[in-house]
């Protein structure tokens, strides 16, 4: 019965590890698709070409 005990404290511990592994993972990859959308508009320019060119407050 203690063995069981402790290979379920052991699993739930590497599962627990393994989910924030790949939260960061996730993160970390949500940070990187939105620099590449946003680099995508490629500033004011990327803006006019979507008609959003007249919105900014200083133009």
Same mark, same amino acid.
């Given at each position: 019965?203690?063995?069981? /005990?402790?290979?379920?404290?052991?699993?739930?511990?590497?599962?627990?590890?393994?989910?924030?592994?790949?939260?960061?993972? !996730?993160?970390?990859? /949500?940070?990187?698709?939105? !620099?590449?959308?946003?680099?995508? !508009?490629?500033?004011? /320019?990327?803006?006019?070409?979507?008609?959003?060119?007249?919105?900014?407050?200083?133009?």
């Amino acid at each position: 019965m203690v063995f069981q /005990s402790h290979l379920k404290t052991k699993i739930l511990y590497l599962w627990n590890v393994w989910l924030r592994a790949h939260n960061k993972a !996730f993160k970390r990859d /949500s940070c990187r698709m939105a !620099f590449l959308v946003c680099s995508g !508009f490629g500033g004011e /320019s990327g803006l006019r070409k979507l008609g959003l060119g007249g919105i900014h407050p200083l133009t």
